[in-house]
């Protein structure tokens, strides 16, 4: 199982950006997606997740109203895409996979056995 985040760089407060997650080596579609964030000296945290057929999202309070979570199972791709970006978004972040996702176990990390490597996002004020 891969799964290859991109996406990420340096970008003025108030600018947005996209990130991609692609997966190989498991039945994409059939796995609900999560993205978490962690920045320099802090926890990793959840910023967003979404089940496998894209009809249940969870997102973190912070993020809510700017960033959007979705996917393309025919393409196996996740994406988060990051608007009115801030920053305190300054963090590295990873997405991750499961088989299944509900209210009580998208934000934490133990859910996720498959996580690919972090992309940095840098938001300048």
């Known amino acids: 199982v891969q799964l290859q985040a991109s996406g990420g760089g340096l970008v003025q407060a108030g600018g947005s950006l996209r990130l991609s997650c692609a997966a190989s080596?498991?039945?994409?579609?059939?796995?609900?997606m999560g993205w978490f964030r962690q920045a320099p000296g802090k926890e990793r945290d959840i910023v967003a997740a979404?089940?496998?057929?894209?009809?249940?999202?969870y997102y973190a309070d912070s993020v809510k109203g700017r960033f959007t979570i979705s996917r393309d199972n025919a393409k196996n791709t996740g994406y988060l895409q990051m608007n009115s970006l801030k920053p305190e978004d300054t963090a590295a972040y990873y997405c991750?996979?499961?088989?299944?996702?509900?209210?009580?176990?998208?934000?934490?990390?133990?859910?996720?056995?498959?996580w690919g490597q972090g992309t940095l996002v840098t938001v300048s004020s």
């Open positions: 080596g498991l039945a994409f579609g059939s796995y609900a």
């Open positions: 991750a996979a499961t088989q299944r996702i509900h209210s009580a176990n998208y934000y934490r990390g133990s859910t996720y056995p498959y």
């Open positions: 979404i089940t496998w057929s894209g009809s249940n999202l």
